[in-house]
């Protein structure tokens, strides 16, 4: 079906009936109907535009307020929100009111869009934002005229404070609604990620340490790969690969296991607690075969681009090791 030409209003005359307050102007408006109908008496009312802000922490967490509001009966939620003052752009004015009613600064801000409040009687326009990675920097200083108090919601909390209808004004409740979507697929994605990396740091232990598989390690490491502790080595891809082929020439049988495995899908990063038992049966760290089985453990944090190991640190419990390397008395 062919999209048909919608025509405009057209407003022929404004007439101030009442200026208040530089928060509240009431217009009367003469107005043309797209079908030539005149209508004189249009009531026309003009408020500041206003930033809503939904900000999430470091730690996924949503900073609300519990507050009353002169219109609303009883409490109700409400992101930071704050209207702009004259000639100022929405985005700063969205950053201002974070600073002001939290004293945070936010890392990421993603517009949601802007929106006319009331679109046959003006009102406003709402601009709403989700800010990401919200940390304090001062003490927050709003001169707000409501009862309020500061809380924080994890991501079903807020879905549920939504859905049961505790942001009780709509352009509150939009604001929430519109970031959800971003927020659950960032929260899919996020979960991708961390199963992608905890995938190949479970490769790295379990087959290239515990099958000492050089193909498979070659092909874990990038060509640029660093080792942040050599142990001695050549700090490189060629320097660790020799690493683990001198460990199963001292311990054959050497078998890892995962204790802890942490991933972090922001950075990249894998951190991995380990621990592992061998047969001493060739020369290692300069000290003869004991025969003994030694056991091991340690923390390896792997950075990960790409599906490939870019970088790694890592420690061993050294002191533990030697004493159980000693040769008999």
């Known amino acids: 079906m062919p999209e048909k030409t919608l025509r405009p209003w057209k407003t022929l005359r404004r007439e101030t009936l009442l200026q208040l307050n530089q928060f509240l102007t009431v217009e009367k408006h003469t107005v043309e109907l797209p079908n030539g109908q005149i209508i004189p008496d249009w009531g026309w009312v003009i408020i500041p535009d206003a930033a809503i802000i939904l900000a999430q922490d470091n730690q996924g967490r949503f900073l609300c307020f519990r507050q009353t509001k002169y219109a609303i009966e009883g409490p109700t939620l409400a992101p930071v929100a704050g209207m702009l003052e004259p000639g100022e752009d929405p985005l700063l004015a969205a950053q201002r009111e974070l600073r002001e009613e939290t004293g945070c600064e936010a890392s990421q801000w993603i517009p949601l869009g802007s929106f006319c409040l009331d679109p046959n009687r003006g009102v406003n326009t709402i601009h709403c934002y989700l800010a990401l990675g919200a940390h304090p920097v001062a003490a927050p200083s709003a001169g707000d005229l409501e009862d309020q108090q500061l ?4 991501l079903p909390e807020l879905r549920q404070a939504l859905l049961s209808g505790q942001f ?3 352009m509150f409740a939009a604001c929430v609604s519109l970031a959800l979507p971003h927020l659950e697929g960032a929260l899919h994605l996020q979960s ?3 199963l992608a990396l905890a995938s190949l740091a479970h490769r790295w232990i379990e087959a290239g340490w515990q099958k000492g ?4 390690l070659a092909a874990l490491y990038a ?5 942040h502790d050599p142990a001695g080595r050549t700090p490189d891809r060629a320097g660790s690969i020799a690493g683990v082929r001198d460990l199963y ?4 049988d050497f078998f890892a296991i995962i204790e802890d495995l942490i991933p972090d899908p922001a950075s ?3 951190a991995i607690r380990w621990s592992a038992t061998g047969a001493h049966q060739g020369a290692f760290l300069g000290l003869p075969p004991t025969g ?3 056991h091991f453990k340690g923390l390896e944090i792997i950075r990960i681009r790409a599906g490939q190991i870019t970088e790694r640190w890592g420690e061993w419990d050294a002191l533990d090791l030697l004493e159980q390397l000693q040769p008999p008395r």
């Open 151 to 154: 809380l924080t919601l994890d």
């Open 168 to 170: 009780k004004a709509i």
């Open 192 to 194: 991708a990620l961390h």
């Open 213 to 216: 598989d050089p193909a498979l």
């Open 223 to 227: 060509p640029d790969f660093i080792d």
């Open 249 to 252: 020439a001292a311990f054959p």
């Open 268 to 270: 990249g990063l894998v």
């Open 292 to 294: 003994r089985r030694i």
